[in-house]
């Protein structure tokens, strides 16, 4: 673990008390609460900021209709979607195709509860609380694959199976990754993660992030690695057979999911809600606004890569190094347990640049041919 000096704000936030506002119950309430509000409004935000920022991005205006701005556009949205009619296919898997969209959302709710707002202002201070977001991420894909099974749609099964394929393989380096800084920080609780950020993670282990942030993306299903609702090859993906307010659900996930990876970035990588001058709830909210703008800023840049691309960019590219920077970090640790931080910020970027130049000289991916 790095012992590092703390700076000049980095307490200058007290702790919550365990039991805020005042007993288990109480805390429970109150936590639950906040959570599922700051999930709905921020899903909602995104939803807009993404539409209007891709909007402008590609030279058109984007929604601006409904309200100022077009802010009430996914309020509208989730009325419409509200009063659709649900139709379930005659020959699919009732059960299943009813509760595929709560067993996918219900799980990126719950990682939520491990996720500090401030310094001691979360549900729940775990000290496996890293390792229960890995656990429970993955859940989510077993509501995709019930969504794609119980439709009784071939297209909606090959997406489903595709999703399943991509968590496999991007779930290893996203481990990895946060294995380093598991490293650095000394403990799997979020919350001492970001207490020991007196360097935010990012420059630390440069490579880790690019690693995590990548791997997020595709476990999630954003661009470029959206394969499972490839229009022009499976329909609309696993959900094709879903309408009304269970497709909402779905869509409602991977916005969710979106905010859970942002999150989850800001906390590890970005020093949580640390900064100076502003409150530490803000300076949260805007790191995590931040990393969102670069996802959707990918997804307006960045062209969808084939399905044999994707499964081949996860094990020839960030896998290998993934274990590059874990064994690197490693060594570092050993070598330098908490002396010369920022000689390791210098040493790690330069070691960054050096091993992707190095292994996309000697991995290409692509080249117009089918990679296997």
Not at 126 to 143: P, R
Not at 183 to 207: D, H, M, R, Y
Not at 323 to 329: A, D, G, P, R
Request: glycine fraction near 6%.
């Amino acid at each position: 673990m790095l012992n590092i000096e703390p700076n000049s704000f980095t307490h200058y936030a007290k702790a919550l008390p365990s039991d805020w506002p005042g007993g288990f119950w109480w805390h429970w309430i109150v936590f639950s609460a906040i959570i599922l509000a700051f999930v709905l409004s921020f899903v909602m935000g995104f939803i807009w900021l993404e539409r209007r920022g891709l909007g402008r991005i590609q030279a058109r205006l984007g929604p601006n209709r409904v309200g100022p701005l077009g802010l009430l556009q996914p309020v509208a949205d989730a009325i419409k979607v509200l009063l659709k009619e649900d139709i379930v296919p005659f020959s699919a898997d009732k059960i299943v195709h009813w509760l595929a969209p709560v067993v996918a959302f219900a799980p990126v709710m719950m990682m939520f509860a491990v996720i500090p707002f401030q310094n001691g202002a979360l549900l729940a201070d775990l000290n496996i609380g890293i390792l229960y977001v890995v656990a429970i991420s993955s859940v989510s894909t077993l509501g995709i694959f019930m969504a794609g099974w119980g439709s009784s749609n071939k297209y909606s099964l090959l997406a489903a199976m595709r999703d399943v394929a991509a968590v496999v393989s991007y779930e290893i380096p996203v481990v990895l990754a946060v294995a380093g800084v598991v490293l650095l920080a000394g403990s799997l609780s979020l919350n001492q993660i970001v207490l020991a950020q007196n360097i935010p993670f990012i420059l630390l282990q440069p490579l880790g992030f690019i690693l995590f942030f990548i791997g997020a993306c595709a476990e999630i299903n954003r661009a470029p690695f959206d394969l499972m609702e490839a229009d022009s090859e499976i329909v609309a993906g696993f959900h094709t057979e879903y309408s009304g307010m269970k497709f909402a659900l779905f869509y409602l996930v991977e916005y969710a999911e979106a905010l859970a990876m942002s999150a989850i970035i800001t906390v590890i990588f970005l020093g949580g809600w640390r900064g100076p001058l502003l409150p530490p709830w803000l300076w949260f909210i805007i790191k995590i606004f931040a990393v969102f703008f670069v996802i959707f800023w990918i997804r307006a840049t960045v062209p969808r890569v084939r399905i044999d691309q994707l499964m081949a960019f996860a094990w020839k590219f960030l896998f290998p190094l993934a274990l590059l920077n874990l064994v690197i970090t490693a060594i570092e640790v050993l070598v330098w347990p908490g002396t010369l931080p920022w000689l390791m910020v210098i040493i790690n970027i330069v070691i960054t640049i050096v091993l992707i130049l190095l292994w996309s000289r000697l991995f290409k991916l692509g080249r117009g041919r089918v990679e296997v």
